[in-house]
């Protein structure tokens, strides 16, 4: 781990530091798509961007996000940054499981599996080794659910037609 990914892990948990992050969101949104997802979080932290269909539009919507890998799935997390609502990808997500990730320049298809019980405390011990700032984000929810998504790649070729991604 870099030495600048060491120090944003330890400095996540601050309030200042979700506020900022937020506000950058747009940013790594571009870098993600002037990479063709290779750039994400610059490189700081494993993150990918998942691309839902909006619950009310029926538009994409892509998000970057932190993720820990779970075999050949990706484990994602609605923290929203401790925020007391729900981030939009996850209620999109609930409304539609399906959806893209792009991951180092990567589509994969997936669908959305919502942990729960065992299997929610296992994804969750592989989330907060990734980022410990997440148990922050929980008390700072206030007691909203904070959803744990697993995504699962699906058969088929990738979104955009080029080669198969395994």
């Not at 700081?44 to 839902?52: C, Q, R």
């Not at 981030?87 to 990567?106: I, Q, T």
């Amino acid at each position: 781990m870099s030495v600048l990914g060491s120090l944003t892990r330890r400095v996540g948990h601050h309030r200042w530091f979700g506020a900022a992050a937020r506000l950058l969101v747009p940013a790594d949104r571009l870098v993600g798509r002037l990479t063709r997802g290779r750039v994400v979080a610059l490189g700081l932290i494993p993150s990918l961007v998942i691309t839902t269909t909006g619950r009310r539009s029926g538009k994409p919507r892509s998000n970057p996000l932190l993720y820990v890998p779970d075999g050949d799935a990706y484990v994602v997390i609605g923290s929203n940054w401790g925020q007391q609502h729900q981030p939009g990808w996850a209620m999109n997500l609930l409304a539609d499981p399906a959806a893209e990730v792009d991951v180092k320049g990567r589509r994969t298809r997936v669908r959305a599996e919502v942990a729960t019980g065992a299997e929610r405390d296992r994804l969750w011990q592989l989330l907060v080794t990734e980022w410990p700032a997440y148990r922050t984000y929980v008390e700072r929810a206030g007691g909203r659910e904070i959803r744990i998504f697993r995504l699962v790649p699906v058969p088929g070729g990738p979104p955009d037609g080029g080669a198969p991604d395994r």
